[in-house]
């Protein structure tokens, strides 16, 4: 499986953005999915993930009731709305899959990686 993220940019505090993770192979629909962040001089962390079939969803604190991570079998993809955003969301974003849902939030348990896209957030 390749991901590929995309979506990011430069936003004011408050705004919204959505972030797209766009996926190679059949296999995809049958993997979980997570989005990650890394900001500057940090380590990164989860933010959300998905169940393969989407009806389970897992959130960090940090962004619970403001991001909405999503899938589509279908196209190959996934999503994470991001909205009311804050100047601490600013990372480098990026999606990940996994074939074997571990329920673990450690980037470690995460086999397939996208190459991340850039949010930033000005205040």
């Known amino acids: 499986v390749q991901l590929q993220a995309s979506g990011g940019g430069l936003v004011q505090a408050g705004d919204s953005l959505r972030l797209s993770c766009a996926a190679s192979?059949?296999?995809?629909?049958?993997?979980?999915m997570a989005w990650f962040r890394q900001g500057p001089g940090k380590e990164r962390e989860f933010v959300a993930s998905i169940s393969w079939t989407g009806s389970s969803t897992n959130y960090a604190d940090s962004v619970k009731g403001r991001f909405t991570i999503s899938r589509d079998n279908a196209k190959n993809a996934g999503y994470l709305q991001m909205n009311s955003l804050k100047p601490e969301d600013t990372a480098v974003y990026f999606c990940?899959?996994?074939?074997?849902?571990?329920?673990?939030?450690?980037?470690?348990?995460?086999?397939?990686w996208g190459q991340g896209t850039q949010v930033t957030v000005s205040s």
């Open positions: 192979g059949r296999a995809f629909r049958a993997y979980s």
């Open positions: 990940a899959a996994q074939a074997i849902p571990t329920g673990s939030t450690s980037p470690s348990s995460y086999s397939y």
